[in-house]
């Protein structure tokens, strides 16, 4: 018996979000949902670059090639975010998750990049089939933190790997066995990023797959719907209808070509009758470049050569650098608080040669001196993760530092007993002992409790905890 899939898909906005930068794709061979962000606001064009792509694509895919075809649609989304950056600089930062599901009536192929989830539901067993692309999965993997504590952890919104243009960004695609009775859940993490697995596997077996989804929606909106929720709910079934081809969020909202043609350099084109005649502007290009002798067509050659041709090396040469700063990361200061920063702590004519990625709440000033000072003039680490764990020691250290202030704040705010109360308590609370002038030799007699031992000299920066010293 052929299987085919029963669906229901869903994009919301949430509660605080002012529009919809998720997409999402659905047919009875595709289910997909991206997750755009950053970058100007142009998330929503990200992610309907990823379903654009991928839309494409559906249907091309057979038994044998569905992991070729996905990896290559991927591929090409990515290259096109790329272009459009490489064209409008501030689309800079922009990116987008894509996870789903390709299916060719035997057999499933699963594509992930970021954090958006797929889950199945098999005899009973709930279970995740994705990874997220993310710092927080680190730590839950490591054990470090649990489930639910990266809910709400302050790096949640750290991934590691998305969509955003850069070549070595590479999603995680695999075949998997299919069977009916599957049911599937692709979610963004307005969803999965809200409430945890087990809050999922409360509901995701109910019957009704419209009421489930209402189910899903209503648990993420319990959690505040503070992000973009998107649900591709699937049911695998035997000879099934084929269900409807659809396009939701950011990727049917958005006119794609006209939102690509507005970030393309043309602004210098007469645009006056472009909208309304499709062939306005393959005209007004041409009337724009239409030689008028054939004197001027050489002389223009010539200028084009002498001008262009430099400008071309430098603008080659400008791309490379461009390209070699957004794979450098390191940790500094933005209005003294910890921020990772993407590209490298100089300027260039002026130009800063760095963005920031994520400012964190900790404060600078609630450092060591010794860690203000390495803050203050960037930390350079190898890679995005590196950053990350970086700046989480650093609000750890704060943390330490702020608590041993508190301490001696407390140890000062306390009298101390007077010499006289000190010998009276001595002699009633121990008859038989005996006072000497003599000081102890481990003792000195100018000490005060406070003061600090060799070993935690704030001086001594071979000792290491020195460097922790507040």
Known sequence: ????????????????????????????????????????????????????????????????????????????AN????????????????????????????????????????????DGEFMRITRDHSWVQTLVDDGRITEAEALVHPHRSLILKVLNGQPNHVPDLEPADVQAGDRYLICSDGLCGMVTDAAIEEVIGGTDAEQVVDDLVRIAYAEGGLDNITIILADVVDNGPLGETLVLGAAAELDLAEAVDDTEDTRQLPTDGIRSDPNARDKAEEARYQPTTKGRRSAGVKVLLVVLLPL??????????????????????????????????????????????????TKVNDLPLFYQDKVRAA??????????????????????????????????????????SSVTATTTSSPRSTTSPTVSPTTSPNASPTSPTPTQSPSADTSPKASEDC
Not at 330 to 359: C, H, K, M, N, W
């Open 379 to 420: 930390i350079v680490v190898p890679d995005l993760a590196a950053a990350a764990a970086t700046a989480e020691e650093l609000r750890l250290i704060s943390l330490r530092c702020i608590a041993q202030r508190q301490a001696r704040a407390d140890q000062t705010t306390t009298p101390s007993p007077s010499p006289t």
């Open 1 to 76: 018996m052929a299987l085919t899939l029963s669906y229901v898909a869903r994009s919301e906005v949430g509660l605080v979000r002012k529009n919809n930068q998720d997409s999402a794709y659905v047919s009875p061979t595709m289910l997909m949902v991206a997750d755009g962000m950053g970058g100007a606001a142009a998330g929503d064009l990200a992610s309907a670059v990823a379903i654009d792509e991928l839309r494409d694509t559906d249907g091309d895919h057979t038994e044998t090639d569905m992991i070729e075809v996905v990896a290559g649609a991927i591929t090409r």
């Open 79 to 122: 290259e096109r975010i790329r272009d459009l950056v490489a064209v409008d600089p501030s689309l800079d930062g922009m990116g987008t998750t894509v996870c789903g599901l390709l299916f060719d009536g035997e057999q499933l192929a699963v594509a992930n990049i970021g954090d958006s989830r797929a889950y199945r539901l098999r």
């Open 312 to 361: 071309l090396v430098i603008g080659g040469g400008l791309f490379g650098w461009y390209s070699f700063l957004q794979t450098k990361y390191y940790v500094g200061d933005s209005d003294e608080l910890v921020t990772v920063f993407r590209g490298v702590p100089d300027t260039l004519a002026g130009i800063r040669l760095s963005s920031p990625v994520q400012v964190h709440n």
